[in-house]
């Protein structure tokens, strides 16, 4: 029994690299079968159904869900980058919500026109937002002479030194940042589409800054979930993989390691760059107070709880992480054990925090791997017990 | 075996009708007219015109508060106030024959959260009594100010939050606040041209407007501040306090947090630092006097604040039902804040019954005649929302004794270069 | 001058407060290789625990019922999950700490709520004048304290059967395991030690001239990453030097915050941490840390 669990505490490299949607290989279907055949056929509709509710939602989801949905997206593009550093490379980072600021604060200055307080270049949003994504790397590649040298613990903590340089500036440098109160964030506008608050009916249905921001975060999600899957497929991804599990083999194995490590960490940072654009773009405005070390916290518990190293474990993670909150605040009333607000008890604030650092620790113990092993998991005990029954 | 697999099968059934239903009409979908609102007549003479957050039986408030982060204490103290008040007011009746209705959405200072819940209430609510946290209501400001229009009492006391038609404070920012308090140094505690004043301050907009109003002051007397920026984590005063003795400074003020106001009277205390100290209204809490300090806080530290102390006879009735309904919370000035601002709300409410318009814009209006409303010890002019609705301060003390720990020292007053601080 | 010195005993002083806390973080660190985020909920545990019991009982019997209470926290949280982690990634485990100080952080805060606790120490707010120095009596006291325990600590190191095991055991686990000494043991005394130095920290952490203890107490443990990483994540006399350096840093750094005001205001709390890139730009293992040498 503890077996198996034993080796997926370190996944092998080439498991968990399986987009989302697609059920873990390897499963019992009697190949030739009518099940098996059924069973692939639906293996491939699954996922196209998925698409189908993704894009019909924001018909019919009211904008408290489409602006969760929003949250959670972001977060998995960033979860997805900070998976292929931790997960992948095994390089811990703390700093993670550092780069996301960089993302944020840079689409909103190349972005922005000067007002008098803040600054702002006035480029086109989306050239502005592609500028965003790549300072965000550069800004990674500057912190590789410290990142390259330090490893594990030293790593972690040298980067948690970035969470407090990004606050120092945030606060101080107020003609770009805005300071205390943050800088409002210019409308995304291209090609004449443009993701204002203005109602656009759309087959009827009013689409405000919200459905209109949810395709662009499907887009933007998907295309970040499509490339890391392409990186961990590919020669890179056993290369990182490789230099996780052995950096001295690797290195042996000729893999440039210093190389391939400040690569990923400059990758890392512009997927949360990427996730801090579209994050400023669904909050309006970006205030400092956000991208503290509770953020960069979060990032760590996201792709722990969804499977280190995996894609499809980040945007779980990130889903999980992201979504119980507004689910708790917002049914306060009707769950058990958790009072509304004012009462005494534990509030909905409090038991999120205590359901997701809860959740951390039993995924690392009981399902190592995460919730995106959990289907292989429970196959295991399934043929398990039929094993034990047959014979 | 096959329960597993069966699964997949029904949700794809499920997903694929979901799908096909997209070409059917959606219930997002608009209808004629949606934009009016849910209840009532289309404002017919004699016939009360409604809008969002008004139904027949219902007149439903939100309040957007932080009960689990680093505002947790005022949060507990103005929610709690605040369900307390809706509950009286439904018990004597309502007002306009419909019931008061609170909808609580702790958002723990969690932009993420706040940001969300104030959309989710946001449609469905008459008006905000309460929004704690001044990075999220400026975050919101905008969308306030151009589509949403819903009235909405901030509880912060920041100069930056004027301006807007919607978003309203109580009491006087804290520019004001800090000159009237260096105004009373000067009367009370003889300081004169020259002098120095030393400001302990909080980086981000509480402190800084508070700054603002001191080195105004300053400037109109001949003196000079020296400021020390900190942060709400710090929690150690002792350099602090020693850099202000070594400029020789005549007094203190702090614009900080209760424990930075604790440390600081305690250090200069014990370093033997025998200048007044006064406190912007967010720089007491009650707890303080059960901690070291406490000899230090009610030898020489006074308070400035927009309102009487919850231990004053005029609050008596609210401290007494507030401690019946809770009997375990602690007293202190954020009851008095919450109380203040939900019955300014539903003031206005009342006389936009009356007016027969009992909207957002018409409770806004209303809002606007409300030029000379009672307050505890202080009298608020809504009619201005360029400018805080009073330039009143009363100076309080603490009190071990007192209820909430403070008891009035001066009444409420206007200094005259509080009046005449430049607005633009 | 007077300026320059009060600030140099107040940093070596608050230094060897936070030596305290580092030390535990790197016991723990060599003994099991965990690096743990969930200090600061060890120390605000022992500090909750000690201000309870301090409510019943004097003060060197509430502080002593806070550092067991502590001690047992980081042993049951070393029984109950440290131990049953059977994976090798040690930076896995790092974030399960993250999880714990989430849980145990987000449960303390609601029992505590709104309240400042006073631990009614014998110091209270007097002064100690040393010349034309005036010193608060609880930063001499923490001085004190500090420097016996770290003492105490590092000979139990050297001279101890305990110490031996613990060395043997950081230095090579499986062959220490063979020569009969026992894992669990030496990783759940790590935690106890670690969780009773932090639980003492917490006391001078809520004395004047702080105001008391409250539900944000345990964020100073924050502090005690840098110190640790300076000093060698992996050194005892590391911890020490770190913490002091620490310490030492923030006092200079916020009292002469007005000279150095073209950093931006409010650069005591991050000084620390730009020491600490400087350091480790130069010495990749803090300045008393192992290097470890790859030779293929």
Request: glycine share 12%; hydrophobic share 50%.
């Amino acid at each position: 029994m503890s077996e198996p669990l034993t080796k997926t505490g370190n996944p092998p490299p080439s498991a968990p690299a399986a987009p989302p949607s697609a059920a873990p290989s390897g499963g019992p279907a009697p190949a030739g079968s009518g099940r098996g055949r059924l069973h692939r056929r639906l293996r491939r509709l699954l996922p196209a159904a998925g698409a189908l509710i993704l894009l019909a939602l924001p018909f019919y989801a009211e904008a408290f869900w489409l602006r969760a949905g929003l949250f959670a997206m972001a977060a998995a593009i960033g979860a997805i980058g900070l998976n292929l550093l931790t997960g992948s490379t095994g390089q811990l980072s703390l700093g993670h919500s550092f780069f996301l600021a960089v993302g944020a604060y840079g689409y909103c200055l190349f972005a922005g026109d000067p007002d008098g307080t803040t600054t702002g270049w006035g480029l086109p949003p989306l050239l502005a937002m592609v500028l965003a994504v790549a300072l965000a790397g550069v800004a990674g590649g500057l912190f590789s002479p410290i990142a390259g040298r330090l490893r594990g613990a030293y790593l972690g903590i040298a980067t948690l030194a970035l969470i407090f340089i990004g606050q120092h500036v945030l606060f101080n440098a107020k003609d770009l940042t805005g300071g205390f109160n943050g800088r409002p964030v210019p409308v995304l506008e291209f090609l004449g589409l443009s993701f204002d608050n203005e109602k656009t009916l759309v087959a009827g249905v009013p689409f405000t800054a919200v459905e209109k921001l949810w395709y662009l975060g499907l887009v933007l999600l998907a295309a970040g979930a499509l490339f890391a899957v392409g990186v961990l497929k590919s020669r890179p991804g056993r290369a990182m993989n490789a230099i996780r599990d052995h950096r001295i083999a690797a290195g042996v194995m000729g893999i440039p390691v210093a190389r391939y490590r400040g690569a990923v960490f400059v990758l890392s940072s512009m997927y949360a760059g990427l996730a801090g654009v579209l994050l400023a773009l669904v909050f309006q405005r970006t205030v400092p107070g956000y991208f503290g070390i509770s953020l960069a916290l979060t990032y760590l518990a996201m792709i722990v709880i969804g499977g280190l190293g995996s894609v499809g474990g980040a945007v779980l993670g990130a889903a999980f992480v992201t979504l119980i909150p507004q689910i708790l605040t917002r049914y306060s009333e009707s769950l058990p054990l958790i009072s509304a607000p004012g009462t005494g008890g534990v509030a909905p604030g409090e038991a999120s925090e205590l359901l997701y650092g809860a959740a951390v620790v039993a995924a690392v113990l009981f399902l190592p791997g995460g919730l995106v092993r959990l289907p292989l998991v429970l196959r295991m005990r399934r043929q398990a017990r039929r094993r034990t029954k047959t014979s | 075996m096959s329960r597993i697999r069966r699964l997949p099968a029904s949700a794809v059934a499920a997903a694929t009708a979901l799908a096909l239903a997209l070409t059917a009409c959606s219930s997002k979908a608009e209808d004629d007219g949606g934009d009016n609102g849910s209840g009532g007549g289309d404002g017919a003479s004699g016939e009360l015109e409604t809008g969002a957050g008004v139904t027949d039986t219902t007149i439903t408030l939100g309040a957007l508060t932080d009960m689990t982060g680093p505002y947790a204490t005022l949060g507990a103290s103005i929610t709690q106030v605040q369900q307390m008040y809706v509950e009286e007011i439904n018990g004597a009746g309502g007002i306009c024959e419909r019931e008061l209705a609170l909808e609580v959405r702790d958002h723990g200072y969690d932009p993420e959260k706040a940001i969300s819940a104030y959309n989710e209430l946001q449609p469905n609510v008459l008006a905000f009594p309460q929004f704690i946290g001044s990075p999220y209501v400026t975050a919101v400001k905008d969308q306030v100010d151009s589509t949403d229009m819903v009235p909405i009492v901030a509880q912060a006391w920041t100069a930056s939050l004027l301006g807007s038609p919607y978003i309203q404070m109580v009491g006087a920012t804290y520019d004001v606040e800090t000159i009237n308090a260096i105004d009373f140094l000067v009367s009370e505690h003889g300081l004169a041209e020259g002098d120095k004043i030393g400001q302990i301050y909080f980086e981000g907009d509480y402190g800084e407007n508070a700054l603002e109003g001191a080195e105004y002051a300053a400037e109109q007397l001949g003196m000079s501040v020296v400021g020390q920026m900190i942060k709400p984590t710090d929690e150690d005063m002792t350099a602090q306090v020693s850099a202000l003795a070594q400029e020789g400074v005549s007094a203190i003020v702090i614009s900080a947090g209760p424990r930075q106001a604790a440390s600081i009277a305690g250090v200069a205390a014990a370093a033997g630092l025998n200048v007044p100290i006064i406190g912007n209204n967010s720089a007491f809490a009650p707890q303080l006097l059960a901690t070291e300090a406490a000899p230090a806080l009610l030898n020489n530290f006074y308070i400035a604040a927009s309102t009487l102390p919850i231990g004053d006879e005029a609050a008596k009735d609210i401290a007494d039902s507030y401690l019946a309904a809770y009997p375990d919370a602690t007293l202190d000035n954020g009851v008095l804040a919450g109380y203040n601002a939900i019955e300014i709300i539903t003031e206005a409410a009342r006389l936009a019954c009356d007016n027969g318009k009992l909207t957002r814009e018409g409770l806004t209006e209303a809002l606007r005649t409300m030029s000379g409303f009672p307050g505890l010890g202080v009298t608020h002019d809504f009619s201005d929302p360029a400018n805080p609705s009073t330039l009143e301060t009363v100076i309080l003390k603490p009190d071990a004794d007192a209820p909430g720990g403070m008891v009035v020292h001066r009444e409420a007053a206007v200094s005259d270069i509080a009046g005449s601080f430049p607005r633009e | 001058m007077t300026v320059f010195s009060e600030l140099l005993i107040i940093g070596v002083s608050l230094g060897s407060v936070y030596a305290l806390i580092a030390l535990g973080f790197v016991i723990i660190f060599k003994s099991t290789e965990v690096v743990n985020f969930a200090h600061a909920s060890l120390l605000l545990a022992g500090g909750y625990a000690a201000v309870q019991a301090r409510e019943h009982m004097p003060f060197w019997l509430a502080l002593l019922a806070g550092v067991v209470a502590a001690a047992l926290l980081g042993v049951a949280l070393e029984f109950l999950v440290i131990r049953r982690y059977r994976g090798r990634d040690h930076s896995v485990l790092a974030i399960v700490t993250i999880g714990l100080d989430i849980v145990l952080l987000t449960e303390l805060a609601r029992q505590i709520g709104p309240d400042i606790f006073s631990y009614r120490d014998p110091w209270g707010s007097r002064l100690i004048e040393l010349g034309s120095l005036t010193i608060p009596q609880t930063r001499v006291a923490a001085l004190i304290t500090a420097a016996a325990l770290i003492g105490i600590f590092l000979l139990a190191f050297r001279f101890t059967s305990w110490g031996v095991s613990m060395r043997a055991a950081a230095e090579h686990r499986e062959t220490a395991a063979l020569m009969g000494i026992r894992l669990g043991w030496v990783s759940a005394s790590a935690w106890a030690v670690a969780g009773a130095l932090a639980a003492v920290a917490a006391l001078f952490l809520s004395v004047f001239p702080t105001t008391g203890l409250d539900r944000d107490t345990g964020l100073v443990a924050l502090k005690a990453f840098p110190a640790a990483i300076i000093g060698g994540l992996d050194s005892t006399t590391g911890a020490l030097v770190g913490g002091l350096v620490v310490g030492i840093t923030e006092a200079m750094a916020t009292g002469y915050q007005n000279d150095l005001s073209f950093l931006g205001s409010g650069i005591g709390e991050l000084a620390p941490y730009l020491v600490m890139v400087l350091v480790l730009l130069a010495r990749p293992a803090g300045l008393f840390g192992t290097r470890e040498l790859s030779r293929v």
